[in-house]
T-cell receptor, first 115, second 110 residues
């Protein structure tokens, strides 16, 4: 069990659907992250939120839209995804973003399949 | 550029000791992290080094030499459940961003 909770665990959607991934942490962490991970590859950073503000966007296509409603919650809104977007989507959190305020703790992920 | 190198695969025997090396060249340094990831699961944090030297946590130890851009993860008394991918990651200049190596797939054999 992890202290970062992600829902749903699995999601199958068509290319025209709109869905959202959710992430929640109650560790008082002020930095939250979205990663995408393909099989046998390391996680790739997508977005970073610090104190509920978007801090890093790694040139992610606009069909992925992050949202941080409060310090405990992070959403990833999905729309018009492509089959190559099928992957494991990981949420992580850390105390902050500066030196000494890591490490990042990961949720169990949402396995996303695009039909 | 940013580069992290670690072996792709390693095999070791149950009960033995294995050392997984990681070398890095990054813009800035805000710590080196080791994660364990079992197939189909999320990465689990193992260790964090920001100063030179050895950090020990039970059967797992991690070493860092910043001058050499080098770290290793040492796993003692290997168990079958230690079969997993081990990811080396460096915190660089851009706060919050971790640069991951490709991971080392460790197989523990009886």
């Amino acid at each position: 069990d992890t202290e970062v909770t992600q829902t749903p665990k699995h999601l199958v959607m068509g290319m025209t659907n709109k869905k959202s991934l959710k992430c929640e942490q109650h560790m008082g962490h002020r930095a939250m992250y979205w990663y995408k991970q393909k099989a046998k590859k390391p996680p790739e950073l997508m977005f970073v939120y610090s104190y509920e503000k978007l801090s890093i966007n790694e040139s992610v296509p606009s069909r992925f839209s992050p949202e941080c409603p409060n310090s405990s919650l992070l959403n990833l809104h999905l729309h018009a995804l492509q089959p190559e977007d099928s992957a494991l989507y990981l949420c992580a959190s850390s105390h902050g973003m500066g030196r000494g305020s890591q490490p990042q703790h990961f949720g169990d992920g949402t396995r996303l399949s695009i039909l | 550029g940013q580069n992290i190198d670690q072996p792709t695969e390693m095999t070791a025997t149950e009960g033995a000791i294995v050392q997984i090396n990681c070398t890095y060249q990054t813009s800035g340094f805000n710590g080196l992290f080791w994660y364990q990831q079992h197939a189909g699961e999320a990465p689990t944090f193992l260790s964090y080094n920001v100063l030179d030297g050895l950090e020990e946590k039970g059967r797992f130890s991690s070493f860092l030499s910043r001058s050499k851009g080098y770290s290793y993860l040492l796993l003692k008394e290997l168990q079958m459940k230690d079969s997993a991918s081990y990811l080396c990651a460096v915190g660089g200049n851009q706060g919050g961003k971790l640069i991951f190596g490709q991971g080392t797939e460790l197989s523990v054999k009886p």
